[in-house]
């Protein structure tokens, strides 16, 4: 009988053992599934929003310059606030190229563009602001490119914003399933502790009979 109790003991300890190391593999697997949560948001806040503010700067930026060609707006006006949306833009740009998994090929693309847009666009201001009299033919042909490569460039970037928002819901399918994978560890290990507790039980109900013999 002192063989049988001790053979519980034993069993009893090792099933603790294991109760322990598998919470301990669940406890990893939240931290993990913590982790792909949060890049999740951050790929969702970060790349997906600068995709979108550069869709709308360059949208603005190309309205703009439409403006200008229109003689809605006057030289000094036009510099102003033109040189305020590209210095926005070259600021999304910026945050884009810093982030993890930023696509440098498509950021590369997109500044390639607003190079040929800046070539059209002192196109466009030559042929309008000048003294020797307004060429029209020549302005609208530059607006007309420059609208061009701005459709270009709002596509480059709805393709990163796609890109970022795949991205976050490829990494949330990934915290879901470190997460049902760290409950299934969580339940065998509370299977595991009622068996543990079961056999401290059947150890504790055969002491008395241990010490009546």
Known sequence: MKIGNR????????IV????????????????????????????????????????LTAGYELTLNEFYSTVLEFSAYTKKSGEQKAAI????????????????????????????????????????????????????????MNVLSLQAIH???????????RALALDKRWQADGSQALMLLHAATGLAVLAAIVLLLGALLRPKQAAA
């Open 7 to 14: 053979a519980l003991a034993i069993i009893a300890a090792l």
């Open 17 to 56: 053992l294991a109760v322990a190391g598998l919470a301990y593999s669940a406890g990893g697997q939240m931290r993990v599934a913590d982790a792909g949560a949060q890049n999740a948001r951050e790929a969702s806040l970060h790349a997906y929003r600068a995709a979108q503010s550069l869709k709308a």
């Open 156 to 166: 480059r970037a709805d393709e990163i914003g796609k890109y970022a928002n795949d």
């Open 90 to 145: 070259e600021r999304e740009l910026t945050t884009l190229s810093t982030l993890p998994d930023a696509d440098p090929k498509a950021i590369a693309q997109i500044r390639q563009l607003y190079q040929e847009i800046d070539i059209y666009r002192l196109d466009l201001e030559n042929a309008l602001n000048t003294t020797e009299g307004q060429d029209w033919d020549r302005a609208r042909e530059a607006l007309y490119k």
